[in-house]
């Protein structure tokens, strides 16, 4: 079962920008796509970005895209989300999960982590 845990969040004023992390404990974390998901207080969790395990194609929701970056090294067995131009409706908690399959952001393997925090200040 792959383990993933996030980090990297925090609070930042508007325009301002993170770069949240998702570290896992296993290589095999290397042969799965990885998509990052946020939930906002009072909302459901939705989809933010994902690419797949050789970086061939990365996938914005539309809300973040222009924003946002998504990028992972293999060899650290780490993604990231760069998030530029931060705005206050980004506040949400971000988590990152492996995918089941590529474009089916419904089905992850294993069960949600603790999520990082992002908070944006107008």
């Known amino acids: 079962q792959v383990q993933l845990v996030e980090s990297g969040g925090g609070l930042v004023q508007a325009g301002g920008s993170l770069r949240l992390s998702c570290a896992a404990s296993?290589?095999?974390?290397?042969?799965?796509?990885v998509g990052w998901f946020r939930q906002a207080p009072g909302k459901e969790r939705e989809f933010v970005a994902a690419?797949?395990?050789?970086?061939?194609?990365?996938h914005y929701a539309d809300s973040v895209k222009g924003r946002f970056t998504i990028a992972r090294d293999n060899a650290k067995n780490t993604v990231w989300l760069q998030m530029n131009s931060l705005e206050p409706e980004d506040t949400a908690v971000y988590y990152c999960?492996?995918?089941?399959?590529?474009?089916?952001?419904?089905?992850?393997?294993?069960?949600w982590g603790q999520g990082t925090q992002v908070t944006v200040s107008s």
């Open positions: 999960a492996a995918l089941k399959e590529w474009g089916d952001y419904d089905r992850i393997y294993g069960s």
């Open positions: 690419i797949r395990w050789a970086s061939i194609s990365t």
């Open positions: 296993t290589r095999t974390f290397n042969s799965y796509a």
